[in-house]
């Protein structure tokens, strides 16, 4: 009894000393894996070559980070969907333009764009944009360049500028910035030589994200500043996720030339709401060309996917440009980004469905339906204003002069900012639908308004954004019962 009931004890014993022995070894194991893996995540690579702040030449990056730089190089494939994506269109070379492939015209799939740019340089040549490998040379050889003098400042957007700014600006990237704004465009262009590169987006020490665009240092601040936050500097204050937009706000904004130093200037010390826009470049007068129909001083939009995103559901929640255009994805024992930025519809599976549980099928077909309906509004403003240009056009071959047109000239600059802001947008809709919605149909309003403005000389327009002095209408700052009250959620 009392034998058995020792030996049972030892039993015991030797059980709980081997399983404890057991858990010893599983939790050190762990430990090296969880410090395996951190080294992993932390140092990812093996350092085959030493980064400085002067690599520009992303194939050497690439020596260290392999993965990410084949994604990278994929950029030059061409895939359409529905509204987006790029198709390569064959042409025959010529000694001004050797590309044996361009992205396919806006102006010939919709011929009224003409019309809307005429005497832009917009309506000799516009195309789809295409992936990032073909920045520099799209640029390089649009007719836009035939046809118009361009500055330096075009290079911010489309070529690796950072170590150039600052070998122009001895050491100092603003200054050399500044310098290549009022440069001819094909002086600076013999100073670049990359497209968007890894030094561009990362820090060659850490790998952590930066923003090097001068452009967006300037204007995430004045956007900062006019929301209560001063001296903001985006390299220091944003957040990893803020990052993971901000690198993609650089170029996928809107942007003026400012002045006679062609200054590269992102309109936001008002807010970034297309009202907030406008505004803006009323009160600091600017047009980007006359119309060449109807004399009026009108204005371009380019690609403000950043500020339409930002009015989105995505944006108010928490979702980043690289959670849907640089999806993770593993390779082997690796989490890594997709450098392979295009289309998320080519992507789904990992773009949209790590958070969406729906089927491919489904998510594919709430876009499609999304931009089904943008796209018919579109159309229609696009209309309106095409029939407000014919009207204005009519009464100037009628002899009616700059002051008979006035109140129509102020509703063209409107309407045509409005419709545009969606039209170059490049999700059509996707990235904020309601708001999409919203801009065209005031768009539609304000066009309307202008062709009655035409025929009544004394008409009256309930124009928009609210001139400044006025107040605001009550509905601008009460929101009506019931809805959310939350902040601008950016
Ligand atoms: C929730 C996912 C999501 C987020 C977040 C998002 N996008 Fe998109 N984006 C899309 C979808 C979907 C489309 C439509 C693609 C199409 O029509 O093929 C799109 C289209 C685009 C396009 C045009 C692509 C093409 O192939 O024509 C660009 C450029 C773009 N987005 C840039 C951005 C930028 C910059 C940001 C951040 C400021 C951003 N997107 C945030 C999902 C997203
Ligand atoms: C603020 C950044 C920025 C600046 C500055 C900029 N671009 Fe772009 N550009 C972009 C982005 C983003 C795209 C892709 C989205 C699109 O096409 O709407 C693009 C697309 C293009 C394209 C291809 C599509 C098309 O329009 O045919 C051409 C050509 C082009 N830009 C020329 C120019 C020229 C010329 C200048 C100077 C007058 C310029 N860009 C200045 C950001 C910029
Ligand atoms: C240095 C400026 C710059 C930066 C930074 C940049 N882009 Fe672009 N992006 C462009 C230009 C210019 C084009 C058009 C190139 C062309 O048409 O030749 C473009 C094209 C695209 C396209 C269209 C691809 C296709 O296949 O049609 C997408 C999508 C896109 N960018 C998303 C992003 C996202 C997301 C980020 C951030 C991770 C980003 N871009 C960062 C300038 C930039
Ligand atoms: C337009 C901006 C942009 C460019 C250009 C770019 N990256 Fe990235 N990269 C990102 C973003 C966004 C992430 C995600 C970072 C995060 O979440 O903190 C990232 C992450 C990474 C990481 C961390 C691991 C991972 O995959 O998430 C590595 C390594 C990396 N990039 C290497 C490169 C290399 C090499 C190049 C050039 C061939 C390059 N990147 C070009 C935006 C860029
Ligand atoms: C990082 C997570 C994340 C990713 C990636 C993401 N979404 Fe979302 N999406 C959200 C969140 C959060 C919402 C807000 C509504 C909610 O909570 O369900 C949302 C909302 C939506 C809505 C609006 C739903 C409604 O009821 O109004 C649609 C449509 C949508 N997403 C489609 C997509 C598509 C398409 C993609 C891929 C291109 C995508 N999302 C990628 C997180 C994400």
Request: some cysteine; aromatic content about 8%; overall charge neutral.
């Amino acid at each position: 009894m009392e034998a058995s009931r020792t030996r049972r004890r030892i039993a015991l014993l030797v059980a709980a000393m081997v399983l404890a022995a057991g858990a010893a070894a599983g939790a050190a194991a762990l430990a090296v894996n969880i410090m395996e893996r951190k080294q992993e995540s932390r140092n990812p690579f093996y350092r085959v070559v030493e980064l400085t702040d002067e690599t520009v030449d992303p194939a050497i990056w690439g020596k260290n980070f392999p993965l990410q730089y084949d994604d990278y190089k994929r950029t030059v494939d061409m895939t359409r969907t529905k509204y987006g994506g790029s198709d390569g269109v064959p042409r025959a070379p010529t000694a001004n333009d050797p590309r044996e492939v361009t992205a396919q015209s806006r102006l010939e799939e919709d011929p009224r764009l003409k019309t809307f740019w005429a005497g832009y340089a917009f309506a000799v040549d516009f195309r789809e944009e295409r992936g990032h490998a073909y920045m520099l040379d799209d640029q390089t050889f649009t007719e836009r360049q035939v046809v118009t003098k361009q500055p330096g400042t075009c290079m911010h957007c489309h070529a690796s500028v950072y170590v150039p700014y600052k070998k122009l600006g001895g050491g100092d990237l603003i200054k050399g910035f500044e310098q290549m704004n009022h440069m001819p465009y094909m002086e600076a262009r013999k100073l670049v030589e990359h497209p968007v590169a890894c030094i561009d987006c990362h820090d060659p020490g850490t790998m952590q994200l930066r923003v090097t665009r001068p452009g967006f240092l300037e204007g995430i601040r004045a956007l900062k500043a006019s929301q209560g936050v001063q001296n903001y500097d985006v390299n220091t204050m944003a957040t990893r996720q803020e990052m993971r937009t901000y690198v993609c706000g650089q170029c996928h904004v809107e942007y003026y030339f400012k002045g006679p130093d062609k200054r590269l200037t992102y309109p936001w010390s008002k807010g970034i709401k297309i009202e907030n826009i406008l505004s803006y470049y009323d009160e600091n007068p600017h047009k980007d060309w006359v119309h060449a129909e109807t004399g009026a001083p009108v204005l371009k939009a380019q690609h403000p996917e950043f500020e339409m995103y930002n009015q989105g559901i995505h944006a108010r929640s928490g979702v980043s440009c690289a959670d849907c255009h640089m999806p993770y994805k593993r390779e082997g024992a690796l989490k890594i980004s997709d450098h392979h930025v295009r289309s998320p519809l080519l992507n789904v599976n990992r773009a949209c469905q790590t958070c969406h549980n729906w089927t491919e099928e489904e998510l594919t077909q709430r876009v499609n339906t999304i931009q089904d309906r943008t796209f018919e509004l579109r159309n229609r403003a696009l209309d309106a204003v095409v029939a407000l240009i014919g009207d204005m056009k009519a009464a100037r071959a009628a002899g009616k002069t700059d002051a008979d047109l006035k109140t129509a000239m102020d509703l063209q600059r409107r309407a045509q900012f409005m419709v545009d802001f969606v039209e170059a947008e490049n999700s059509m809709g996707f990235h904020a639908p309601e708001e999409a919605a919203r801009i065209l149909g005031i768009a539609m309003d304000l066009a309307r308004q202008g062709q009655l403005a035409v025929r009544q000389p004394d008409f009256q327009p309930s124009s928009f954004p609210t001139p400044p002095g006025v107040k605001p209408t009550p509905r601008e700052v009460t929101p009506p019962p019931g809805s959310s009250t939350g902040g601008s959620g950016h």
